[in-house]
């Protein structure tokens, strides 16, 4: 296959694109910083049709990844930029596709389970889920996260590609070993002593092991049965303080030190990123997935803690500087 990632630079599409590459597939990315890549990257805007239409002509896939990371204070202007982004981006992928001879038979269309409801009581999926944005007491920035999911989403729908299959990926955290993603962030933490219970401790981590989502990418493109929404999340999301007690024990570390929500507010502003991003509440099934026949590798997460802390290397080496 030809599979064109516009937004392919940064760990999901690294991850996709080693990935396709081991596979025999062929990959182009299309970035607004092309920078050396085992793979041919393409230089776009994001926001205008050009030249990179070329390569949607004829491709197999397109998995749209192209947004400015959500790793930051909410001020107006990184608003702007995080909305703006994702919106204009995936609506000039439209634009590109809809003028194709031979459109891509499938548009992946990155999105997040954020786009859900801060909830306890039951899990979110496909079809019974609520979305967010009306709960009571909800801080304005996660109303605001909710807003970008929504647009994205809509910007997708709003393409005319009637001869292109569009699946929408409600996508939750994905645990790799990568340097800078999720899983490495949180080994360090709790290598450091700081993989305590956050708040409450109890809201829901959703999560995905990458083999799992890597064979959930392949079960999307080859089933036309698929599209609209799709929740790619482990079937088992858990509360916070039982998702580090499993990281500690597959790290080694006896205790975390714990942090109540304040101290969250004030960590996570030092740190210039938003608290929403560990206090949240999202509990995601994948309804759909499982509904088909797919069968996860890593249901539970203590199997995949330990398998990715194994992969990434002794605590001794993060300790020297991995």
Known sequence: MKIVIPGG?????????????????????????????????????????GDWV??????????????RSV??????????????????STRVVGQGISRCTVPPRVWLQASTATI?????????????????G?????????????????AWEQAALDASVPGTRQVLLRSAMTMSPDRGGVFDVLRRLTLAGLGGTIGDGRQYV?????????NAIYWLIDREEFDGAVNLASPNPLPYAEFMRHLRTACGVRFGLPARRWMVEVGTFLMRTESELILKSRRVVPRRLLDSGFRFEFPDWADPASELCIRKGPADAMRNGD
């Open 116 to 132: 859900y409801s801060h909830r306890y009581d039951a899990p979110n999926d496909e079809m019974s889920g609520t979305l967010g």
């Open 9 to 49: 630079s940064e760990q999901v599409g690294t991850l996709l694109t080693r990935t396709f590459q081991r596979d025999g597939h062929e990959v182009v990315i299309l970035s607004r910083r092309p920078k050396h890549s085992t793979c041919r990257v393409v230089e776009w805007d994001a926001e205008r049709v």
């Open 54 to 67: 070329a390569e949607l002509d004829g491709a197999d896939v397109v998995f749209n990844l192209a947004g």
């Open 134 to 150: 009306s709960e009571d007491d909800v801080p304005e920035t996660w109303k605001f996260s909710i807003d970008v999911a929504k």
């Open 206 to 214: 959703s999560w995905i092991h990458e083999q799992d989502f890597v």
């Open 71 to 88: 790793d930051c204070r909410y001020g107006k202007r990184n608003r702007r930029l995080i909305m703006e982004s994702r919106v204009n």
